[in-house]
């Protein structure tokens, strides 16, 4: 069953400043909510509100280990987003054109 998403809300997600800072900090394995909070500097609520959509969908992970939210992301599903992603891509292209000009 192919998951009904919307990749450029996916996407819109990925690239809001905070919310990759949260996503980088998952890159090396799960990590607590209290703790993306602090490394965020915004509450715990809204750590959740900002991944909602993505754990809706299946590209983090929510799971509760002793009465704490913990997060993790679906690395593969993600990266799955950005390869095939033409505003990624038209996002890179620009810049490289933006590179050649200022270089």
Do not use: W
């Amino acid at each position: 069953m192919e998951d009904d998403f919307d990749r450029e809300m996916v996407v819109d997600c990925m690239f809001d400043p905070i919310t990759s800072s949260i996503l980088s900090e998952l890159e090396d394995g799960e990590k607590q909510c209290s703790f993306l909070a602090a490394k965020s500097m915004i509450s715990e609520n809204e750590v959740f509100e900002r991944l909602s959509y993505l754990i809706d969908h299946g590209f983090i992970f929510k799971t509760s280990t002793n009465g704490k939210s913990v997060f993790s992301a679906n690395t593969e599903k993600l990266n799955q987003i950005i390869e095939n992603s033409d505003t990624f891509n038209a996002t890179i292209e620009g810049l490289e054109k933006m590179d050649s000009y200022l270089n």
